[in-house]
């Protein structure tokens, strides 16, 4: 029976976030934002999923491969879908549209010297169980439940903390416990004393950043890494099933896609034709959404085309 209520629990959560892409494509008729309304939607039912997996898994290992399963053959889609903090990141954005107030880019080299970081960042986190364990202490149950020797590997799902959480909080309000991606690493590392200094610290730095800079985080985060570079390597080139194509005949290097690419990438811009390859995408698609020439770019899933662009500048012709 328990299992039964929550499989039941998912299924309500899986319908409403159905029937608000549903009520998304009926109602928002301009080209321009339809998708970015759409990913706004599916954010929030993520934020709601992943609160709901927290207050009943105990066995976070497979939430962590879970994520980087999807990397592998979807990209960085998690990334620019369903990552709590990306989301929170995408309201800063939308607050900053409010004052009119334009993103400064950050130089092309640094952006890609902190892209390049997160490999760096990854395999110090994966090796860490390896090097701060000891031989009677490497046990399964430690694993599953990354505890133990494997507790450094629980920084890789700080992206997904919620802001309210089901467990204790050194920040509570009325008996509810708040909380913010890092959170909790901050308090398990630092302890009571620095805990406090340590969040409210990284809240402020992180915000400012957003403010200033689209995705900062994201440019850097070790759990955003996109395995789908594998697909440089001969006989991994069907990696990932979701990428980017570019037809060259219809791009006039208008420089629209690069633009609007809340991460800076350049290569929708800069390649001639054919599949983006590209470990920086987010797959947020709002490169496709934006070019304003019928099917120059479109989203491909293994090969079929599942969103392309439109012309949106005549809607006569689109609608």
Known sequence: MPIIAELLKLTILAGVAIAGILAVLIWKKNLTARVTYLRFWIQITSVITIFYIYSVLNQLLFLLAGVFIMTIFLGRFFCGWFCPFGFYMDLITQVRRVFKRRYRKLPVKINGVLNRLRYGFLVFFLLAPLIFSSTNTWLWPYALTLSGPFRPLLVLLSPLEPLIIPWASPISVSGVNISYPYASDFAFYLGENLELIAIFTFIILTIIASLFVRRFWCRFCPTGISLAVVNRFKGFKWLPFVYLYKVEEKCTKCGICERVCPVQVT?????????????????????????????????????KTLFKSRNWLEPAKTE
Request: charged residues 20%; neutral net charge; aromatic residues 8%.
């Open 267 to 303: 290569e929708v811009y800069e390649q001639k034709g054919g599949k983006i390859n590209t470990s920086m995408c987010l797959n947020c698609f709002r490169c496709v959404e934006m070019c304003p020439y019928e099917s120059c770019l479109k989203v491909n899933l293994a090969g």
